[in-house]
């Protein structure tokens, strides 16, 4: 049995489950309170030296970060596959995994940070998001969490990931087109199972459309990834009303902001 390590609404997560279920496959997961400082355990540590989720068990061995695991549940259990058939397009699949592990993933976390966790932080003791930012440990991890907690919207780095969006959303509208389904050609594969998560959290925030108007191929392929059912087995169900309304509520209450500095750092 495979046992994913896990936290609520963890969008690196959302990629290991849209992998499993794409796969038919079964798993058992255990959840960590990141709030709590959990995944800083002794014995989680132990599995994952960093402190962050997703860790994968099998055959009682981890494996650790969520673009690998992805690719070890593939070739693990090969059919069916989401990988492309030819070396060529795997490379191209594995840049778009790059654009994720390179820039998208802090972009989100900065965003979704400085929308949502960022009122939860303030909400804690003084010795409760000490420890937090004590237990981040590598030190530029640590500057980016200080400069969204301070400075909100208008930190450096939520700069940094309004631009990474921009440049993403206008590849991938470059990329497809009225006769390309997919990131990959006509096939569905890890490159859009690593992206759906992170445009599902805009869309839940509410700031989707500010890169996705004007960008009708990109707003095609998201409604036929919106349309598998692993997306609701992955993503929609596994979601309670609260944290939907609270994505929402967040997402609404930086939204303005987030135009303006788009605007201000040149949208193009």
Known sequence: MLKLYTAPNSICTQKVFLTLIEKGLEWESEYLDLFKNEQYRPDYLRLNPKGVVPTLIHEGRPVIESTL?????DETFPEPSLVPASPYERSRMRLWSKHIDEGIFEATREISFSAMFREKMRSMTEAERTGRFDNIGDPGRRARFLSTY????ESSYVGQGIFAFERMFREMEDELSSEREWLIGNRFTLADIN????????????LLDIWTSERPFVQGWWRRAKSR??????ITRRLTPEQISAMKTSGAKIKDRIVGRRLELGKH
């Open 69 to 73: 695991i992805c690719e070890y549940i």
């Open 195 to 206: 992206l759906i998560p992170f445009v599902a959290r805009l869309e839940f925030l509410g």
């Open 150 to 153: 301070e400075e909100g919207v």
């Open 229 to 234: 059912p692993s997306f609701n087995g992955a």
